[in-house]
């Protein structure tokens, strides 16, 4: 298992990753699959293989940073779509509608989303569908956060459309994010077109990384759910904390293991950013995600309780002081 493998990936890993798509749509086979060097390499295997010059790109604002770029590396052209505090980062359909042009090629959603952690109920993902088959979209389905969701499970848009690719990865549901593994689950006949693409930004997936994949597949369940518990766990514990915290409005996350408060302070996020992370406290800037995502800060719980409660501490002694200058 040292040598290279097959540009798609393992027979034997494919057959696994369709197994688990044909819950959703049981026509589901290796066929459709393509393993990746990550869920960012299918990404840019997607905007390479789908979007031309001219073309435009529903993409979601505050979003992952690497979808405008994507779609502008191509010659295409983002079109960002509002997720607010007050539609609880949910998408809105009449926005959609308006931004819409015969141009659009795709529309770009991400459910659990980071930054907001907002997940798409099946109602959203099934209106969303609809609307991308009206307008003859591909929907792009970043879906990487998938397993980590703290009510119901999150819905994927595989089955729910025929023009679909979903982007996943195993960084974060096998926590082996330095190990560069994902995959792609396109229809049957575009995904000879994405592994052309794909074939030739890596050639093939690593294939002692695809073996220890399989053994996370097939023995890691358990440590998936315990590391779903514990998220659960930091996730109650950073609301709590920021819903005390001065100056700050939180949506709680349902999904991936991110929040996204906003702040009323005079400043601009980099500023707080800055701030916090000369006392110790690493956060991001909400607007790397996008203009609607200035007044706000990401924070990540893939950290300690203890680290944690250290690190809102820090954020908390800042808003005091914020809130006593004003
Ligand atoms: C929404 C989203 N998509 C894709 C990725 C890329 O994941 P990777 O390249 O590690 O598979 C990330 C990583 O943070 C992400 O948050």
Not at 7 to 36: H, M, W
Not at 227 to 246: G, K
């Amino acid at each position: 298992m040292n040598h290279y493998g097959p540009s798609a990936g393992l027979s034997a890993l494919r057959e696994k990753i369709a197994e688990r798509y044909q819950e959703k749509s049981p026509a589901t086979s290796r066929d459709n699959v393509i393993v990746t060097g990550s869920g960012s390499e299918g990404l840019m295997t997607v905007a390479l293989t789908l979007y031309d010059p001219g073309d435009e790109v529903l993409v979601p604002n505050p979003g992952f940073v690497l979808y405008s770029p994507h779609a502008r590396l191509v010659g295409a052209s983002p079109v960002p779509y509002s997720l607010t505090a007050k539609r609880r980062y949910l998408p809105d359909l009449d926005e959609l509608e308006r931004l819409v042009t015969p141009r659009t090629r795709a529309l770009v959603v991400n459910s659990p989303s980071n930054p907001t952690g907002a997940v798409l109920s099946k109602s959203d993902v099934d209106r969303l569908s609809a609307f991308a088959d009206r307008h003859g979209l591909t929907i792009v389905s970043d879906e990487v956060y998938e397993e980590i969701v703290y009510g119901p499970r999150a819905t994927s848009f595989w089955g729910r459309s025929d023009r679909v690719v979903v982007v996943n990865s195993f960084s974060k549901t096998l926590a082996m994010t330095g190990w560069r593994i994902g995959f792609l689950v396109a229809p049957r006949a575009l995904a000879p077109e994405l592994n052309k693409v794909h074939y030739h930004i890596l050639a093939c997936p690593s294939t002692p990384v695809q073996v220890a994949v399989l053994a996370g597949l097939t023995h890691g369940d358990g440590t998936l759910r315990a590391m779903v518990r514990e998220f659960r766990a930091r996730r109650s514990l950073v609301t709590r904390l920021l819903t005390r915290t001065p100056g700050l409005e939180v949506v709680p996350p349902a999904g991936a293991f991110y929040v996204f408060p906003r702040f009323s302070w005079n400043r601009s996020s980099q500023e707080v950013a800055t701030a916090l992370l000369r006392r110790g406290l690493i956060t991001t800037p909400g607007d790397a995600f996008g203009s609607l995502g200035a007044s706000h800060l990401r924070l990540s719980f893939a950290a300690s309780r203890e680290n944690l409660r250290r690190g809102l501490a820090i954020l908390q002694q800042y808003a005091t002081e914020e809130a006593s200058a004003e």
